[in-house]
């Protein structure tokens, strides 16, 4: 499987070849071969403009010559000009032997690599703080974050998942106060929803009475000194938090290897201020202490207030170089929101400043917002309930699965029998919302639009499940095993090219997810795969020769192959992005 993924493209042999004859490099050459725009024309063809000026020549005689000069590669079997373009056929019979054979061996590992072999990527990503619920603007983070690990780990790199829980600050005095003043008994017991409501009671009591700010202010202060009762208490609020943060991960196939919350800092922070200072990167400003960025025209980043208390900032940059002593990263990747850029721009700006040259390993992975569709107004709306409360993140999880099941159940008779449909509505729901927010460019906001991302027909998640079930129905129907020897040289027809040529590009797509920490650009090519697979489908509805399941054995028996090979890569595909793959639907 990884020769297959290293397998030279054939638009690499070709651009390598030209580029022996014309002023340019492989890689110009490489980004201008396209594809014909009618098969008979062959499948690949170099426009010769751009190597007019160069040349000195007209287009049409650039193509003349270099299809007598330019030597072919393994693959292609002829070139041809047709004015000012030069075309290039390829040994659709070899090629398709060889693409579907790899595909056929390394199964749902296609495209898998050893690129990053011995290199170490740290992807933080969720992140959310404790003691508040979930909410919808923590599902793109979350599952952006845990699909570009899974990218990462077929492509070989030693991958490190990081949930950097929000589990400091003074916050946390007001809730051991109101716990205290109401006199809560069994903390344990306590839920995140009670968790805020003590918290919304004790802020409105405390703007009547200084003595309940002044109470909290001394509870973060018995927090932070390590007494008994208080961390106690604080310990349980991370726990329970914990437990339901868990539970909307497990639904959304979410794990992380560590958590280092940022409590776990606490004791570096002094240490962290006092080596910033000595090294100049932090100032005293009207007591506080700040780094300036006058350089990089960013505004200046707190690191202690006033009145001696510590930031966001004091527990991320002493997080940072610790993920820099425990991996030796590669990359130190942030998957986290728009919003945060200038923060973390500030935080790797102040690492660098520090001397650490590892400074420039920190990528920010940013994500735009979840809004809604109002079916009503037909406006987008942020995640919010009518009413302007927060949307729960399970809350958008069960009206995903309650609404599959709806469309599950008036769609009954297009489930095949046997399925089971109350796990599928769960598989279809959640399916719809992941590949919904990973179908977006990540940097955009995306739209959720019920009826949109459920349709079975439609660009979305479901779509693809489903094309997927009915490849499983096909090979069944044909009996469950796919022969083993077949001859590719079988499959002529055009749309059956256009399948394979797909196929081969489905391992480049994955490096492309990677170097861009793009998962949309895999469900581009999900989407894409089934249109094709679809036209090749129903060409076989009208045409009984052309169909799936012809007469004739032998032909037969390669276009199993060739869906048994689609099969995979949607699978592969759907399993990268945590996507459920049932087998009947
Ligand atoms: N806990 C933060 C929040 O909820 C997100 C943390 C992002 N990561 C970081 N290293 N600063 O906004």
Redesign the pocket.
Known sequence: MTAMAERPAIEDLLAAAVAEHVPMSVDEVRALISVPPAADMGDYALPCFPLARALRKAPNAIAAELQTLVRLPDGIVASRAVGPYLNFSADRAGQTACILAAICRAGRLYGAAEVGAGRTVVF?YS???IAKHLGVH?LPGTIIGRTLCRIFERLGYTVVAVN???DWGTGFGKLIAAVERYGVDDVASLTVDDLQGLYVRYSREAEEDPALTEAARAAALRLERGEKRAVHCWETFRAVSLAEFEHAYERLGVAFDRYTP?SEYRGRMAETLRSMQEAGVAVESEGALIVRFDAEEMPPLLVRTGDGRSL?ATR?IP??IDRWETYRFDRSV?V??NE?SL??NQ?RAALRRMGHEWADRVVHVNFGLIKFLDAETGQARKGSTRRGELLLLEEVLDEAVARARVKIAQNADRFEEGADLDALAEQVGIGAVLFRQMSVRRTRDVVFDWDRMLDFEGDTGPYVQYAHARLCSILRKAGGEVPEQVDFGLLCMPEEWTLVRHLERFPRTILRAAREYEPSVIATHLLELCADFSSYYSAGMKEPDRRVLCEDERVRAARLKLVDAVRHVIRSGLELLGIAVPERM
């Open positions: 933080e992140s959310p703080n923590h950097f829980l929000g940022e966001y991320d997080a940072a942030y986290v929101g945060q923060y973390l935080v």
